[in-house]
């Protein structure tokens, strides 16, 4: 399926969920929305195309292999970013923390081979994802910015509406010089699954976490969700349990629990 279709299909079918549950409560703050909108417009941005499309052009480009390499960046970047826009601090525990969740990753994706790591041949889809995980880390470290009268569905459809905007020229261009969206039951069943699962629930209990304890600490959640996705691997799929199995679980819980020692940064009034 057309990268640019996925990503514009994910926010129109969240938006068209989202709408008569919120859609009213937004419209009444769209004074806020006045004032505030080159920050949604630049959140919208890091989101739509510059987030979680790219990684679907990424995909074009580069392995799955690569792609879970590069993707450890996101974390990275999300502290880089919390220092040079708040100058949040971050203590040397918790980039302790970062360094061995990240191996942890590493391990996981390179199944404890380093040949593998070290045979990667990088790519423009590599370029690609890499400025997608920027795009997240954006979107999530500006999170703290967003009016405070604000639930967690109405942020979700203010920047997804910007998002929109911003993805409907580029939608349309692909169509017509690419490849148009098809029509299937496989790519309504999939859109379906983006559209609600991953653009409303996966985001949402993202951005409520992000609110909650901070972009730096919530970071923990991208090593988590690796070492679930090897452990599902081997229980649902029937993988064998290997010894790099164990040997990364044991960074990343010793990753998270540095990472999650760290203060909560606080949100502007």
Known sequence: ???????????????????PFVG???????AVLRKHWKLFLV???????????????????????????????QP?????LSIIL???????????????????????????????????????GDLIMLAAMFGFAVHNVLLRRFPKNFS???????????????????????????????VTFES???MAWIGIAVAIVAVGCTNTVVLAIGANRSVMSNYVRAVLTALLAVLILGETLESFHLIAFALVVVGVVLLGRGRKATKPV
């Open 1 to 19: 399926m057309p990268p640019m279709g996925i990503g514009f299909w994910r926010l129109a079918i969240a938006t068209i969920v989202l709408l």
């Open 24 to 30: 009213f409560s937004v419209w009444q703050k769209r």
């Open 43 to 73: 959140m919208g941005v890091a989101l739509g195309p510059f987030g979680n499309a790219a990684v679907y052009v990424a995909y074009h480009s580069t392995t799955a292999i690569n792609g879970g390499v590069v993707s450890t960046a």
């Open 76 to 80: 990275v970047a999300t502290v880089l």
């Open 86 to 124: 708040f100058r949040d601090g971050i203590s040397r525990n918790q980039w302790i923390g970062v360094i061995a969740a990240t191996l942890g990753v590493l391990v996981i994706i390179s199944r404890g081979d380093l040949g593998i790591l070290l045979a990667l041949e990088p790519n423009i």
């Open 152 to 182: 967690t569905a109405e942020i979700l459809l203010t920047i997804q509406l910007f998002a929109m905007a911003v993805m409907l020229p580029i939608y349309i261009l692909e169509t017509i010089f690419y490849m148009p969206m098809p």
């Open 188 to 190: 309504v069943a999939v």
